[in-house]
Nanobody, 119 residues
Framework: VQLQASGGGLVQAGGSLRLSCAAS????????LGWYRQAPGKQRELVAR???????NYADSVKGRFTISRDNAKNTVSLQMNSLKPEDTAVYYC??????????????WGQGTLVTVSS
């Protein structure tokens, strides 16, 4: 299973970016898709995640600014980021949890995509 993320870049504070991630490979289902981020010198943290049923949760720091969405048919997840702040600068990673492959479940990480917000 591979996760291909895209959409990072450089944006000014107050601007918007949209991240996308597509899952491919041989799997039956994906329970949860999410975005995490890691800023320099900090631990990786959850930004937002969404289940196959559409349940979402967000980090407090992004509530009201970021929106996560998912296309179950295409196995894609997107993160619309508005009103970006310099503190949103980080490498953003896509993650798939409880990916069913045969009788077992796994988790997978995509490659990171850098988001830089200038002040």
């Amino acid at each position: 299973v591979q996760l291909q993320a895209s959409g990072g870049g450089l944006v000014q504070a107050g601007g918007s970016l949209r991240l996308s991630c597509a899952a491919s490979g041989n799997f039956f289902s994906i329970n949860s898709l999410g975005w995490y981020r890691q800023a320099p010198g900090k631990q990786r943290e959850l930004v937002a995640r969404i289940t196959s049923g559409g349940n979402t949760n967000y980090a407090d720091s992004v509530k009201g600014r970021f929106t996560i969405s998912r296309d179950n048919a295409k196995n894609t997840v997107s993160l619309q980021m508005n009103s970006l702040k310099p503190e949103d600068t980080a490498v953003y990673y896509c993650k798939a949890d409880r990916v069913r492959v045969g009788q077992l479940e796994y988790q997978y990480w995509g490659q990171g995509t850098l988001v830089t917000v200038s002040s």
